[in-house]
C-alpha cells in the first residue's frame, strides 16, 4: 500500500513506485528537454536562442539527435540571419557534414529567414510536396529582433 492508500502490488493496474535510488524512465518530453538542455549547455553564449528555437519542436523530432548537432543548426541558421535586407528573405540550402559545418544531419536543411507572415510554413511545405520533396522536420522558430538600416543583427 502506498502513501495514498492505493495499492501498489503488482497486477493491481495501480502505478508502482520506483524503489530507493532508481530514477522512473523519462516522458520523451523530459528526454527532447534534457537534449535540448545539454545542446544549450555546449554553446552557453547561445543557450537561451538554443531552447528558443526547439521550444515548440515535437520530442519525436529531435530524440535521438546528438546535441551538438543541435546547435550546429542554430549556429547556422544564426549566421545567416546576421544580415539581410529588410523585406528580403535569405535562404540556404545545405547538406551539413562535420568536416564543412561542424554538425550532420543525413538530409538535405533548408534555412529561411524572413519576416514573419502568415501561412509561411504551410506555403513552403506545400511547395515542397508539389515538387514530391518529403519534409522530415519544420522547426520554425519565430525570433523577435533589431537590426540596423543596412540588415546587421544587433
Known amino acids: ?68 548537432n543541435l546547435v550546429g543548426a542554430v549556429r547556422s541558421h544564426l549566421q545567416l540571419a546576421k544580415h539581410r535586407m529588410p523585406g528580403r528573405p535569405a535562404v540556404r540550402l545545405l547538406n551539413p557534414t562535420v568536416a564543412e559545418d561542424g554538425w550532420a544531419r543525413e538530409a538535405t536543411v533548408v534555412q529561411v529567414v524572413t519576416d514573419d507572415m502568415p501561412y509561411l510554413v504551410d506555403s513552403i511545405a506545400a511547395e515542397f510536396a508539389r515538387d514530391g520533396v518529403q519534409v522530415q522536420r519544420i522547426v520554425h522558430p519565430i525570433v523577435v529582433v533589431s537590426r540596423d538600416l543596412t540588415g546587421e543583427l544587433l
Open 1 to 68: 500500500m502506498s502513501s495514498t492508500g492505493v495499492s501498489s502490488l503488482p497486477g493491481t493496474g495501480a502505478e508502482t513506485e520506483p524503489e530507493f535510488g532508481q530514477r522512473s524512465p523519462a516522458s520523451p518530453e523530459q528526454i527532447r528537454d534534457d537534449l535540448i538542455d545539454a545542446a544549450a549547455g555546449l554553446a552557453p553564449e547561445i543557450g537561451e536562442l538554443i531552447r528558443l528555437y526547439y521550444r515548440h519542436i515535437p520530442p519525436e523530432e529531435i530524440v535521438g539527435d546528438e546535441p551538438v
